[in-house]
Structures are given as structure tokens and as C-alpha cells.
């Protein structure tokens, strides 16, 4: 049974819309790891989930109830805000056991969860102390605890690492990880805008943008298939190439002839009606490689060199109209602004999507 | 009158222009006392610390001496006059104290004082708290805090004539024009004058000071309120907490020190009351204060220098520890750690 199911779910702040019919359904133990640019109303949708906000339209239910009426505290849920949100003025320990005494648990229960929790996340010698005398990450390990103690169905994270440092990221990601695995029955939201955090934590990534849903799957299944230009720009770092780009053969594979006449074959079908298009041709920088005889993909002059010791970044002027396409070496390259060079890319990686920016791969 | 202005605004620019030439007169001589040569550099960073460590004690030098006549002086000799008799002359040892222990008018206002110490901070502090959160839900909220703070922009002596007229009574057949006494004949009661009637007078005086100073208290603990961080009320909404306990379980304990500073705030001015007793009571009927027994002491009726000296220096003393509690409070609020 699906743990939490959107139907058609909307917001709206009087007049300006926010979330355009969101249908979703997530099961039981499942991390879903919503992505989006900023404004896009992934923390919104969050916020919806959790009660604080509320539904303008649409049937939410978790567990099989219907909550669009029902209270946070009755909804079986539990969040981590990306401040923290701790009671500054409560110990570790009061931090945690604070929702359980509102509900009146008996003291022993109380003690028995806090203090679990407090061993998982590594906070026993803690307990006693105030938020304050805690360091970034602790801070958050408590609010995390504090989400244990309620034993809820769905954990919702908004953007839980956004105020920890770059290394502290990496560590607290990983007891994320860690955490889920040790709750295999337990349902995770998880708001962020670092695709790094999504790509690694999510079973599915539901990537959202001006209030729609643009693709939900596993985050190979979007590397890999994108369903539209903006899911294929959104995910992956450098961003894919895309080159503007004219059908020329249509069939089982597509030709098309890209700016500066140069033809590529492309093996995802396009129907009869389809020749003569504007296209948008994608390729990923990691995907393209440097080429050595007559068959290339294209030929560009190398405007910026950045070699990051691992990768090298090769800007090539000359294809797209304004920005340059970006080609992601591996290794440590002896190139020099200004060399022309030709890249090749294999087939199976290319992309092609059509006017309104869909793909044509079925 | 254009005179008058012409005059007013003349003094003010000569002030200040008098004060800037202070500073720069005063830093120019430290200059020339302290010479910064080019060519010996121990000399000159010699010269550049003495002038750094002089330096603030001649800006400063103009405010401590004010400071020192007006604050340090007054209270010094306030100090000796308790030691004399009413013309100031006679040294009479601790015999005013001795008087005022057995006073019963003293006692009295010392009494009153205790009253009003433990009714209007507390009343005042509660009420702007209360109105703060309120005010903070409604789309009027701005307009009603205007209308709360309103009255700490009347003085005193104005308050207090606007309630002379609330509680005001006419005797025998005559109409009412009271507010108060209007509406309990309207609701079948009898009239009552209410400043005479022993002990409630108290509070009635007790409620014009916290008309005036509950706006000042919303004000700060309004701006404390909005300093509280939304994500833990909502953590505690999630936490199952209703809109009782999140405000006394999550909201109070973080501005727990803007409430203290805005309760001994009060207080300090509570243990200073005058203005308000002075002008609806002058101290009869039971409602007699400290500092009003000093006032009369001193300048009417009274004249007796040295027993209205003992007051003041009660009255001082049992403002200063709270003052000093409360700068303290203060700087560690704004201050920070």
C-alpha cells in the first residue's frame, strides 16, 4: 500500500498559483528525494505533506487516511528543518522527549525511546547539554533524533544539510544513508537542491519545476532517459550540451544536421512529420570524448581550459549559439586555448528532443 | 514668539558647533602634546598610544563632569542632609531614620509602594505580551498597537487629568459626568467617589499607570516575538503542542530576558511613581507614596530637609540593585553571549 498518495494536489496563495495538480504516490518504505530550482514549490509540497501548510485542492491521504483535515501531530509524520528548529532553551534530551511528554507517555517510555535514539545518532554524551554548546552537524543529529522519538510512518527532511559545511555535508549524508537503512519500513521525503544528495539518497528523485512534476524515477533512469530538456539540464554537473539542431532523416534512427551542416545519426525513431523540425540535440560533457580520425561529432575551437586534476573541462566555441559546449575529460590534458579539436560521442548517449522540449526516445 | 525660535534655533546650532569644536580643539591640542615626528618611530608610536589612551577621557572629559555635578554631588549631599535636622544645620545622627521606621505615613507608603510594585509591572508585562501575540494574528494588529502605545506619548500629569474625568463624581441630584460612575448608575448602581475609597483607590491610581505603560511593553516584547524562529514553532506544532503550550512552553522561555528587562524596567519607574498620585490624590485617602512623602516633606508643609533626605535615599536604594540587574539583562540581550 502506498505510504503517501498526492491526487491532483494544488496550491495556491490567493491569487498566485503555486503547485499545479501534483499526483504522486509513494510507498512504504521508499526515500523519495524531491529536486528542483529554487521557487520551484518543492519545500511548499513539503510543507503540504507535513500540515503546516495547507491544501488548496486535491486529496492527500498517508497510510490510507485521508489527511487534507488532519492536524501535523495527527498525521504520523516527523520533520527536519533546515535550521535545526531546536528549543533553545530545552536540553538534547528535553529537545527530544519534548513531543512525547506533550502526548503524555509514561516517563519510562519516554526515557527508553530518547535514549535510543540518543545511541543511534550518537548523542548520549550530549544529552544534558543545551542546543547552543553543540556544534552544526550535532545540531542537526538532534533534530533528527527528535524525529525518532516520534516513531513516525513518514520522516520529511527540508533541505537538512543546506547550513552544514562542505565536509560535514558529505558525513551527515552518509548517517542519513546510514539511518534509512537501519529503518527499512519507515517513508522518507527529502527536499534538497543538491543533486549529489539525490542522486545518492533516492530510491525515485521526482524533479519539479514552476509547480509541476517534470519526471519522477530512479536517479539512474534520469541520468540516463531523460523525459524533457529541463530534467536533462537539471541533473548531471556540468549541465548536458544541448545544440540547436534540424531533422534531416526520420525512421527508425533520426539524422540531423546540425549547425554548421554537419550530420548526426541519432538511433531513436521520429515518425514522417517530423522532417524539416527544429530539434534540440543533447549530449552529456562526460559522454563526449576526443576524437582521432575523419568520424566526429564536431569540431570547435577551445576557449577556456579548466583542469581540475581528475577531470579536464574543455569549453569549444563555435557550435551552440551563446554558450559553449563543455566536454569532461578525464585525466590531466596537455591542451591549449585556442587549439580547434573534434569530438566524438557514442551513439547510445546522444539525445534528442523535440520543439516543445520532450524526448524522442520512447 | 519668532524671536523666541529665532532664539531657540540659534542656541541649538551654536551647540553643536560648539560641541564639534570641543572635539576638534581638544583633539589638536593632544596633537601638539603628544607630536608624532617622521623621522623617530618610537617616539612616534610612543606618542600615538598616549594619544589613544588620553584621548577618550578628554571626549568624555564635558559628560562626566555634568555627570559628576548634577548625579554624583546631589546624591552625596542628599547622604549628609539625612544626618541633620530640618534646617540642615544640626547634626542629629540616625534620629531621621529612627522617625521614619515609626512613621506611620512612611509605613504607609511604604506599604502603597509594595502594592503598586507587585500589581503594575506584573499587569503591564502580561498585557503587552498578551496583546503582542494577539496583535500579531490580525490584519488590524498594527492599528491596535498604535492605539495600545498611544498613551505613552501623554504625560503623566495628562493621564492623570483624563481619568479625573473617568472617575470623576458629582454629589447629590446632580448628572454623573463621570465615565465610571455614568456607567454603574446606567447598570443600577450607586455612584461611589471612587479616588477616597480606602485601598481600591490604590488600584484605580495603579490602572492609569499601566494604561501608560503597557503600550511600552507590547513594543519590546512584540519585537522579541518576532524574533523567535518560526521553525520551532512549527517543530512543536509537529510535536502535537497546542497554541497554550507553544506560548508558554516554547514562546515565553526564549524571550524570557526581554520579559525580565521590561518587568524591572517598570519597576524602576514604579519605585519613582509621583506624577499620577500627585495629581489625583496628592497622598490623601490612604494613597501616599515614597516619593510624594519626600515631595512633601521637602517643599511643602513638611520642611524638613533631612526626613525627606531618608526617603530619597530609600528610594534610591531600592532602585539601584534592580537597575543594576537590569543594565546587565540589557547588555547581555543586545550584546549578545
Known amino acids: 500500500m502506498a505510504a503517501v498518495t498526492l491526487k491532483d494536489i494544488r496550491k495556491a ?21 524531491f529536486v528542483g530550482p529554487s521557487g520551484c514549490g518543492k519545500s511548499t509540497l513539503l510543507r503540504m505533506i507535513s500540515g503546516l501548510e495547507s491544501i488548496t485542492g486535491g486529496e ?40 512525547m511528554r506533550i502526548a503524555k507517555e509514561n516517563k519510562d517510555e519516554i526515557d527508553r525511546r530518547v535514549r535510543s535514539a540518543a545511541n543511534i545518532l550518537q548523542l ?39 547550513n552544514l559545511d562542505a565536509a560535514l555535508r558529505v558525513a551527515t549524508r552518509i548517517e542519513i544513508a546510514k539511518l534509512k537503512e537501519a529503518m527499512p519500513d519507515t517513508t522518507m521525503i527529502y527536499v534538497t537542491h543538491d543533486q549529489v544528495e539525490a542522486m545518492t539518497l533516492a530510491d525515485r528523485i521526482v524533479v519539479l519545476s514552476a509547480g509541476h512534476i517534470e519526471q519522477v524515477g530512479p536517479p539512474l533512469e534520469l541520468y540516463e532517459r531523460p523525459k524533457n530538456l529541463f530534467v536533462a539540464r537539471f541533473i548531471g ?40 523540425k527544429t530539434t534540440s540535440f543533447g549530449v552529456r560533457p562526460e559522454d563526449l570524448t576526443i576524437a582521432t580520425g575523419e568520424d566526429y561529432l564536431f569540431e570547435g575551437t577551445i576557449s577556456i581550459v579548466e583542469a581540475l586534476g581528475e577531470v579536464t573541462l574543455l569549453y569549444v566555441e563555435g557550435l551552440a549559439e551563446n554558450e559553449p559546449i563543455i566536454a569532461k575529460i578525464p585525466g590531466i590534458l596537455d591542451i591549449r586555448k585556442g587549439q580547434t579539436m573534434r569530438f566524438s560521442a557514442d551513439p547510445k548517449k546522444l539525445h534528442l528532443f523535440d520543439a516543445e522540449g520532450k524526448t524522442y526516445r520512447i | 514668539m519668532v524671536t523666541q525660535i529665532a532664539t531657540a534655533i540659534g542656541v541649538m546650532v551654536a551647540g553643536v558647533f ?24 618610537r617616539t612616534a608610536s610612543r606618542n600615538l598610544n598616549r594619544r589613544a589612551v588620553v584621548r577618550p577621557w578628554l571626549f568624555l572629559g564635558p559628560a562626566l563632569l555634568l555627570l559628576v555635578v548634577y548625579l554624583v554631588y546631589p546624591v552625596v549631599a542628599t547622604f549628609i542632609l539625612s544626618f541633620y535636622d530640618r534646617s540642615g544645620t544640626n547634626f542629629v545622627g540616625l534620629s531621621n531614620y529612627a522617625w521614619a521606621v515609626q512613621d506611620a505615613q512612611f509605613r504607609q507608603s511604604i506599604f502603597n509602594n509594595i502594592l503598586w510594585l507587585a500589581v503594575v509591572p506584573a499587569a503591564c508585562t502580561f498585557f503587552g505580551l498578551v496583546i503582542a501575540v494577539l496583535t500579531d494574528r490580525i490584519w488590524w494588529g498594527n492599528i491596535a498597537k498604535s492605539l495600545v502605545f498611544m498613551p505613552m506619548a501623554i504625560s503623566f500629569v495628562g493621564a492623570s487629568v483624563i481619568w479625573k474625568f473617568i472617575y470623576e463624581y458629582r454629589g447629590g441630584t446632580e448628572t454623573q459626568i463621570g465615565l465610571l460612575n455614568s456607567i454603574v448608575t446606567w447598570l443600577g448602581g450607586n455612584p461611589q467617589v471612587w479616588i477616597s475609597l480606602p485601598l481600591w483607590n490604590n488600584f484605580f491610581l495603579m490602572i492609569i499607570l499601566i494604561w501608560i505603560q503597557t503600550g511600552f511593553a507590547m513594543v519590546i516584547l512584540s519585537a522579541a ?73 521637602m517643599f511643602r508643609g513638611g520642611g524638613d530637609s533631612g526626613r525627606s533626605a531618608v526617603i530619597a535615599l530609600i528610594i534610591m536604594a531600592a532602585v539601584t540593585p534592580i537597575m543594576v540587574w537590569n543594565i546587565r539583562q540589557a547588555n547581555r540581550e543586545t550584546g549578545g553571549h
Open chain 2, 18 to 41: 560648539a560641541c564639534a569644536l570641543y572635539y576638534w580643539l581638544s583633539d589638536k591640542t593632544l596633537q601638539l602634546v603628544f607630536p608624532v615626528p617622521d623621522d623617530n618611530v
Open chain 2, 225 to 297: 516575538l518576532r524574533g523567535i524562529p518560526e521553525e520551532t514553532i512549527e517543530a512543536a506544532v509537529i510535536d502535537g503542542a497546542n497554541g497554550w503550550q507553544i506560548f508558554w512552553k516554547i514562546m515565553v522561555p526564549q524571550i524570557w530576558g526581554t520579559i525580565a528587562v521590561v518587568w524591572t524596567t517598570i519597576t524602576i519607574l514604579v519605585l519613582k511613581v509621583f506624577d499620577i498620585v500627585l495629581t489625583m490624590t496628592n497622598g490623601q485617602w490612604n494613597t501616599m507614596v515614597l516619593a510624594n512623602l519626600m515631595f512633601d516633606w
Open chain 1, 60 to 99: 492527500m491521504s498517508i497510510d490510507g487516511q485521508l489527511v487534507n483535515d488532519v492536524p501535523p501531530s495527527r498525521r504520523g509524520i516527523a520533520m527536519v528543518f533546515q535550521s535545526y528548529a531546536l528549543y533553545p532553551h530545552y536540553t538534547v534530551y528535553d529537545n527530544m522527549a519534548f513531543g
Open chain 1, 124 to 162: 548520549t554524551p550530549y544529552l544534558d547539554r543545551l542546543p547552543k554548546a553543540l556544534s552544526g552537524g550535532q545540531r542537526q543529529r538532534v533534530a533528527i533524533g527528535r524525529a525518532i522519538c516520534r516513531n513516525p510512518k513518514v520522516f520529511l527532511f527540508d533541505e537538512p544539510l543546506s
Open chain 1, 13 to 33: 496563495y490567493g491569487q498566485v498559483k503555486v503547485l499545479h495538480g501534483i499526483d504522486l504516490d509513494i510507498a512504504q518504505g521508499e526515500f523519495v528525494v
Open chain 1, 237 to 276: 554537473s556540468p549541465a548536458m550540451n544541448i545544440i540547436p539542431a534540424t531533422v534531416s532523416e526520420t525512421g527508425e534512427s533520426t539524422t540531423v544536421s546540425l549547425k554548421g551542416g554537419k550530420s548526426v545519426r541519432v538511433p531513436v525513431p521520429t515518425a514522417a512529420s517530423e522532417k524539416g
